[in-house]
């Protein structure tokens, strides 16, 4: 008898969670790890294996795939988790593993909206004016990049507090980003914010800070994905279990 597949599903995102879901009622019997880098304190209970942490660069990555007979790796991770995308792109290559990346739409800007794409967070850093009031919707990894312009006002939110404290003056929101554009508008609207500095994400889940900045007028500093490398990619989880079952009939015949 031939072993089950085993899919390293490489995790980070709602997206994630759902397709973790979807691939244990769709493909009874099989073998899925779930990994996550082990950032965010509260992970949730998907029912399956998980494992927490860095694999250790792409060898470690590499001698995972090997030493646990993965046959299958999905990477799932957030469009700006590039250096996670890249080894998983580099193991599978060198171990000769199909790969498949599941990575939301970016959004693109409504007529109304008043964009100012970058191409960096270093260019997001500089783009701000001086003496502005910016929400920045960044993440706690690149928070401190913005720390050196003393000469705005900035308000962080985020999930997990930043590893440096915030310069005085600045305010911390530790949540998650609402699903309520009213409530979005309220938050940019109390803190007297004049631009948003968001990172083009996608999806729906955080897309009301956008929706809010768009009917307040306010410019938006907005971050494009890095570029990772070219491998097949399904924009939605129905379309990623689609492409896994033709997969996984493959390595059966
Ligand atoms: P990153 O810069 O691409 O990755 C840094 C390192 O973290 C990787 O080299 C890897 O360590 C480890 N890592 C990342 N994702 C992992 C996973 N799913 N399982 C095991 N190890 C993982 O990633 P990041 O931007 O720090 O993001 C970390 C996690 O947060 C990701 O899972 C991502 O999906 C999620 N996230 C990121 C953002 C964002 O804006 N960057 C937003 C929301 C969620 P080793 O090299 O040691 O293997």
């Known amino acids: 008898m031939t072993a089950p597949d085993h899919i390293l599903l490489l995790a980070g995102t709602f997206e994630a969670r759902q397709l973790a879901e979807r691939l244990s009622s769709t493909f009874p019997g099989l073998h899925l790890t779930v990994s996550f880098a082990g950032v965010v304190r509260d992970l949730p209970d998907l029912g399956v294996p998980t494992r927490i942490g860095g694999f250790g660069g ?6 995972f ?11 799932a991770t957030h469009p700006f988790a590039a250096q996670m995308s890249r080894n998983a792109f ?6 000769r593993l199909p790969l498949l990346r599941l ?9 109304e909206d008043r964009w100012e794409p970058v191409v960096s967070i ?9 003496a ?3 929400f920045l919707a960044v993440g706690r990894k690149e928070i401190s990049r913005f720390y050196p312009r003393s000469d705005i006002f900035g308000v962080a939110r985020m999930i997990e507090p930043p590893r440096q404290p915030l310069p005085p003056q600045w305010e911390l929101v530790l949540a998650r980003p609402s699903s309520s554009a009213e409530e979005e508008m309220s938050l940019l609207r109390k803190r007297g914010i004049t631009h948003l500095v968001a990172k ?4 729906e889940r955080s897309y009301a800070k956008i929706e809010a900045a768009r009917r307040l007028g306010l410019p938006v500093i907005m971050i494009d994905r890095p570029k990772l490398p ?3 990619t399904s924009t939605t989880v129905a379309d990623t279990v689609e492409k896994i079952r033709i997969v996984l009939a493959s390595n059966r015949s």
């Open 90 to 95: 580099e193991a599978c290559s060198n171990c």
């Open 122 to 130: 270093e260019d997001a850093v500089s783009a701000l004016p001086s």
């Open 200 to 203: 083009n994400s996608g999806g």
């Open 132 to 134: 502005s009031r910016a």
């Open 65 to 75: 795939l090997e030493d646990e007979s993965v046959t299958l790796v999905i990477d």
């Open 230 to 232: 070219r491998t097949k």
């Open 58 to 63: 792409t060898a470690g990555l590499a001698k």
């Open 103 to 111: 990575e939301r739409t970016a959004w693109k800007p409504l007529e």
